[in-house]
């Protein structure tokens, strides 16, 4: 099968959602409840919010599409970080946050989120950006050993709101090549 990585379009909005949904659960702790992240899903990650964000000059969808089938996204934010305990751990100014990059299930270990991170990577620079970060899971071992891998190192904490529930991630930040 074979794949590109491109900037998401206003069709991309639905198929965006699906996706979503299917890998969103796989970044959450064991302990999270169903609704938790089923509202954090409706809340964050529908349709309409990924309409939202497409439309939005700050921010970059770049998906993986597989002959026609999205099976990899990644959004960035070209703004400075609202959260201050991200502001206050960050270095490299100005920075791009990568808030969300996903690969589905069945690619995992293809190589697909490494080739995604790296076009995320390029599409931050290309903003003029210093530095990128972003926020993972405390308890998400296989993405922050992935984070690592592609450059990232803990530079704080912050909190994270999943429905009913406050997890905690860790702040992990880059040089932009």
């Not at 439309?55 to 934010?77: F, M, N, Q």
């Not at 076009?119 to 899971?137: D, E, F, I, P, R």
């Amino acid at each position: 099968m074979t794949h590109i990585i491109r900037r998401a379009t206003a069709d991309d909005a639905g198929p965006l959602a699906d996706l979503a949904a299917v890998t969103f659960p796989l970044a959450c702790p064991p302990s999270s409840s169903p609704a938790d992240i089923a509202a954090h899903l409706a809340n964050t990650l529908s349709e309409e919010h990924f309409t939202g964000y497409l439309e939005d000059p700050d921010v970059t969808i770049l998906v993986i599409d597989a002959d026609g089938r999205l099976t990899g996204y990644s959004l960035l934010v070209d703004r400075p970080a609202a959260d201050p305990d991200v502001a206050s751990a960050l270095a490299l100014l100005p920075s791009v946050e990568i808030s969300k990059c996903y690969v589905h299930p069945e690619y995992h270990g293809l190589g697909a989120a490494a080739e995604l991170m790296h076009a995320s990577l390029q599409a931050a620079a290309a903003t003029g950006g210093a530095g990128a970060w972003l926020g993972v899971n405390s308890q998400n071992a296989r993405a922050i050993r992935f984070y690592e891998k592609s450059g990232f190192r803990k530079v704080g904490t912050k909190s994270f709101r999943l429905g009913s529930t406050v997890e905690h991630d860790f702040v992990l930040e880059r040089a932009l090549p």
